[in-house]
Each structure stands twice: as structure tokens, then as C-alpha cells.
């Protein structure tokens, strides 16, 4: 078993950190002793933040308010950070976003920067920070993934699944190569999580009716997730039901998962009209 994470005085870089399990992420880190670079799109929310952290935890936190879909942003993020003076300690790939309706729906540009936020910048993130932390033998990378990766993609949301199920695959990787070397790599898997993510895809009316039992906090999401980094996990998935989800998805044929994945389709359509 390992150590548990050691969190005083350490930077943690947060994406997608001014709502949702970004935002908690960075309660629970800050909570801990950490110093927090917040990486989001919302300047003011980011500010709001900054306050926040700074008053209830005596923390110092650094706002980065840059757009994770303009390549030269993880650029921006380094200089930044170069400015400061700070080397990253634990790096969480939180932003993401889902693009809803079918794939010839949306502009190409569109497709572009969900691409650029869900592969192009967790990829140049970790480049970017993983030399410093072999230096030091020590760093911790978390991706935040979803059940979605481990199910057959659905119409509607073409490319979620793919990139989360890229994203899975990416981290197992990452994990495999660095582990001798200090490197605690965990890719997160929650499920349905109260956030704003259901209110950006225009689904809020059809999750909302789900029982109970299938939601989890961002909060608990965040806390079980450094449980887990502690222990050495190297997948993650947050939730009782989830990991249940999961498992009959293994062993469920693959021709009544597409049946699944028809049915779910459509009601997602019939929401969002």
C-alpha cells in the first residue's frame, strides 16, 4: 500500500476548477494545505474563488483565466507559472464538456476545440509538467474520465464516450511508464454528478428525473478519488452504483448494450427537443 498524498505546501494545478468537481477539487486540496493555480475560462468566477480559498484556508492561489481550446493556452498556463516561481506538485485534467447533437450538427470548429480541451490539452499538460516531477521522483496526475468510456458511444453526444474512453487508456499508460520513477498516475470515473455540466448540454430536465441513488456529489467524487491515488489505484470509479454500471457492462452482450445505447439515445433527443 502506498503513502497517503502529502498535500501541505504543495501546488496543485486544477482545469476546469471554477464549478462543478474542478471547484472541488480545489476545496479539498486548499482544505489540506495546498496552494491552488486555477485554471478556468470564467475571469470572475476564478476571482470569487481566489477569495473564497484564500479566507477560509489562509491559502495562496493563483487564477489563471485562459481558454483550454486555444492551443497556445497550456503555453500561457507555463508562463505563468514560470512568473510565479511554482513547479506543479499534483496536476488534475479536470475541464471538459460534452458537444450535444449529431456529429454533422455542429461546425468543425466546434469539434476542433472540444477536441483541443478534452485530448490536446490534458496531453501537453502532463508533457509540460511530468519532467519536474521525475526530477523530484515524486507528482501526482489525475485525469478526470466517466463511466461513459467503459460504454458503447451514444447518438447525440458522438464523440464523449471516445475521448473518455481515450482518456482511460492514455492514463493506464502514463501510470505504467512513470510509476518506478515517483509518479502516481489515476484516472477518476464518476457517474452522474451534481454540476453545471448537464446544464451546458441541455439535458438538466432528463437527469433530474433519475432516482436518487444514481447521483454523487462533487464533493464525495473528490474525496473517494485522492482515497483511491492514496491506495494506488491506477482506474478509479467513484460510486457503488457506478462500479455495478460498469461491471454488467462487461459481461452484458454486446448486442443488448446497443439496444441500451439506442433507447438511451433517443431519450436523450426527445429531451433536448
Same mark, same amino acid.
Given at each position: 500500500? @502506498?503513502? /497517503?498524498?502529502?498535500?501541505? %505546501?504543495?501546488?496543485?494545478?486544477?482545469?476546469? #476548477?471554477?464549478?462543478?468537481?474542478?471547484?472541488?477539487?480545489? *476545496?479539498?486540496?486548499?482544505?489540506?494545505?495546498?496552494?491552488?493555480?486555477?485554471? #478556468?475560462?470564467? *475571469? *470572475?468566477?476564478?476571482?470569487?474563488? @481566489?477569495?473564497?480559498?484564500?479566507?477560509?484556508? @489562509?491559502?495562496?492561489?493563483?487564477?489563471? /483565466?485562459?481558454?483550454?481550446?486555444?492551443p497556445n493556452a497550456c503555453f500561457l498556463i507555463r508562463q505563468a507559472l514560470d512568473a510565479a516561481g511554482l513547479e506543479i506538485d499534483v496536476l488534475v485534467n479536470n475541464a471538459g464538456y460534452g458537444v450535444p447533437g449529431k456529429f454533422l450538427m455542429s461546425e468543425w470548429q466546434r469539434h476542433r476545440d472540444f477536441e483541443q480541451v478534452m485530448i490536446g490539452s490534458v496531453t501537453q499538460l502532463c508533457y509540460e509538467f511530468l519532467p519536474a516531477?521525475?526530477?523530484?521522483? @515524486?507528482?501526482?496526475?489525475? %485525469?478526470?474520465?466517466?463511466?461513459?468510456?467503459?460504454?458503447?458511444?451514444?447518438?447525440?453526444?458522438?464523440?464523449?464516450?471516445?475521448?473518455?474512453a481515450w482518456l482511460i487508456n492514455f492514463s493506464e499508460s502514463l501510470a505504467f511508464e512513470y510509476e518506478n520513477v515517483g509518479i502516481r498516475v489515476c484516472v477518476v470515473c464518476p457517474g452522474f454528478t451534481y454540476s453545471e455540466f448537464h446544464d451546458v448540454t441541455g439535458t438538466r430536465k432528463l437527469v433530474a428525473a433519475l432516482p436518487a441513488?444514481?447521483?454523487?456529489?462533487? *464533493?464525495?467524487v473528490v474525496e473517494q478519488s485522492i482515497d483511491a491515488v492514496s491506495r494506488g489505484h491506477i482506474v478509479f470509479i467513484p460510486g457503488f452504483v457506478n462500479r455495478m454500471?460498469?461491471?454488467?457492462?462487461?459481461?452484458? /452482450?454486446?448486442?443488448?448494450?446497443?439496444?441500451?445505447?439506442?433507447?438511451e439515445s433517443q431519450r436523450f433527443r426527445n429531451s433536448a427537443e
Open positions: 500500500m @502506498q503513502k /497517503p498524498i502529502q498535500l501541505s %505546501n504543495k501546488v496543485a494545478l486544477v482545469t476546469g #476548477a471554477s464549478a462543478g468537481i474542478g471547484r472541488a477539487y480545489c *476545496e479539498f486540496l486548499a482544505a489540506r494545505g495546498a496552494i491552488i493555480v486555477a485554471v #478556468a475560462r470564467r *475571469e *470572475e468566477r476564478l476571482l470569487e474563488l @481566489q477569495v473564497s480559498l484564500a479566507t477560509r484556508y @489562509q491559502t495562496r492561489v493563483i487564477p489563471i /483565466p485562459c481558454d483550454l481550446s486555444d516531477m521525475i526530477a523530484r521522483r @515524486q507528482g501526482v496526475i489525475i %485525469n478526470v474520465a466517466s463511466i461513459a468510456g467503459f460504454l458503447p458511444g451514444t447518438s447525440g453526444h458522438t464523440a464523449y464516450a471516445a475521448v473518455k441513488v444514481m447521483w454523487m456529489t462533487a *464533493e464525495s454500471i460498469v461491471r454488467a457492462a462487461r459481461w452484458m /452482450p454486446r448486442s443488448l448494450l446497443y439496444w441500451l445505447a439506442r433507447r
